[in-house]
């Protein structure tokens, strides 16, 4: 019987995740039954939602028992099919599956990827993946981003913040990401073709904001809340819109987290504030997909991905999301397709 690798979530982290908060363990991998295929990971999605899942707060999922595998999604390759449609070589997105080397899954549980040429299995992590389809619905179908208007977007050198910016060009915004590293920044205006960024880590965001944003800013692309949120509340137009995608500072929080102090703002501007969850738009992928997928054939959409090699390297390599040490999507590199 094949040997299986599965982080297994030991006891829920207090703040960051720590030593002995996650098992690396060995089991049997389960038989494939009929209509069910058996699919070895070849790149884990690391996310912040990760983080959440191991809490016990209240959040759009159950979150992962301790003593359960700790979950997440991917891409994998097909290795043993008794389900019509998947044959042993096909690349597939794993679905909902865990922190592991193998799964067997309903073969309808997981969908087959399309080989596009010229284009890397990675991209269907980033900006073909749930990231992609993350920023496309959430800027596009709350965000409803108008030519010569002003978008901001916090992380922006993050998986989704950078997809956003791209696609706020692409429908004639005016872009500013928000990012903590004088690299990202750069990244963000000489590569994604941002209007502007601002090293957080360096500058007042504020008069920032201010000097970029003359005119106001009328979508605020929200991945982190805290101060910066707070800050960008008070230059906020009439009748912005603002796409609440996550709240990145505060996950690892031990404490109540204070604020937002501007709140008050959202009244006074008339915003619309809609808190999103990419599955939401479940049955809308095929329209992100195609939309994406065009614009990153035709140059429009450029990508990065940072990628840690070897299973045993996940619950580490989580923390680069909160530290912002990393550049685009964050992938851990598990097996070769051959």
């Given at each position: ?7 297994t ?17 060995e ?70 599956g ?7 899954k ?21 900006p ?106 008070t ?30 703002m ?63 999507k964050l ?8």
């Amino acid at each position: 019987m094949v040997t299986n690798k599965v982080w297994t979530l030991r006891k829920r982290p207090v703040g960051d995740v720590s030593d002995g908060d996650l098992e690396l363990e060995e089991a049997p991998v389960p038989a494939v039954g009929e209509g069910e295929v058996r699919i070895r990971t070849l790149f884990l999605s690391l996310d912040p939602t990760n983080r959440i899942w191991m809490s016990d707060r209240d959040q759009y999922m159950p979150p992962v028992e301790v003593g359960d595998p700790m979950r997440g999604g991917g891409i994998s390759i097909v290795e043993e099919s008794r389900f019509d449609g998947l044959q042993p070589g096909d690349i597939v997105n794993t679905g909902l599956g865990t922190w592991s080397l193998y799964h067997v899954k309903k073969g309808s549980e997981v969908t087959k990827l399309p080989a596009l040429p010229g284009v890397p299995l990675t991209a269907f992590m980033g900006p073909l993946g749930m990231t992609g389809m993350t920023a496309y619905f959430g800027l596009m179908d709350i965000g409803k981003p108008k030519p010569g208007e002003t978008l901001v977007v916090s992380a922006a050198a993050g998986a989704v913040g950078s997809m956003v910016g791209q696609i706020g060009k692409i429908q004639g915004c005016r872009v500013v990401g928000i990012a903590g590293s004088d690299d990202k920044c750069r990244w963000l205006t000489q590569t994604a073709g941002f209007d502007a960024a601002i090293n957080y880590k360096k500058e007042d965001v504020g008069a920032a904001l201010d000097r970029h944003c003359p005119d106001g800013i009328d979508i605020n692309f929200e991945n982190v809340g805290g101060e910066i949120m707070d800050t960008i509340l008070t230059r906020l137009n009439d009748f912005a819109r603002m796409p609440l995608c996550g709240l990145i500072s505060s996950y690892n929080a031990t404490e109540p987290v204070p604020g937002p102090y501007n709140f008050s703002m959202l009244l006074m501007r008339h915003v619309t504030l809609k808190g999103f969850i990419v599955t939401d738009y479940m049955e809308r992928f095929a329209e992100g997909m195609q939309a994406m997928a065009g614009w990153l054939l035709e140059g429009k959409i450029k990508f990065e991905t940072d990628i840690v090699d070897g299973l045993e390297n996940a619950p580490a390599s989580l923390e680069r999301l909160f530290s912002g040490k990393n550049l685009g999507k964050l992938v851990v590199k598990v097996s070769d397709p051959d």
